[in-house]
């Protein structure tokens, strides 16, 4: 599976932006879609998921404010970004998983790295104040 991501930019706090990330090759076999973002010199974290059937978590720093979906009849995955902030600033990476996760793993949150097998070149993010 590849993923390619585009939508990332530069906007002032309070903006929005829209992600996208674009599925080719083996899709029918993707499950669980995320994204994932990398600020300098921290940790990967994740950010949002959703399941096949549209299920979703959205950790803590974006609940309320990002929104994370997928239209399977065109293989895209999104992320809404509202109310952005310059903390908000990071790499932000599109992740596919084959495995199978379980739905309440999913929108727990209590799913890691190594169950997405692909993952987007990156787009940046960045707010400023």
């Known amino acids: 599976v590849q993923l390619v991501e585009s939508g990332g930019g530069l906007v002032q706090a309070g903006g929005s932006l829209r992600l996208s990330c674009a599925a080719f090759g083996s899709i029918f076999s993707i499950n669980v879609m995320g994204w994932y973002r990398q600020a300098p010199g921290k940790e990967r974290d994740l950010v949002a998921a959703i399941t096949g059937g549209g299920r979703t978590y959205h950790a803590d720093f974006v609940k309320g404010r990002f929104t994370i979906s997928r239209d399977n009849a065109k293989n895209t995955l999104y992320l809404q970004m509202n109310s952005l902030k310059p903390a908000d600033t990071a790499m932000y990476y599109c992740?596919?998983?084959?495995?199978?996760?379980?739905?309440?793993?999913?929108?727990?949150?209590?799913?890691?790295?190594?169950?997405?097998?692909?993952w987007g070149q990156g787009t940046q993010v960045t707010v400023s104040s």
């Open positions: 992740a596919a998983s084959s495995e199978s996760l379980t739905v309440a793993a999913v929108t727990s949150g209590l799913i890691q790295e190594a169950d997405f097998g692909s």
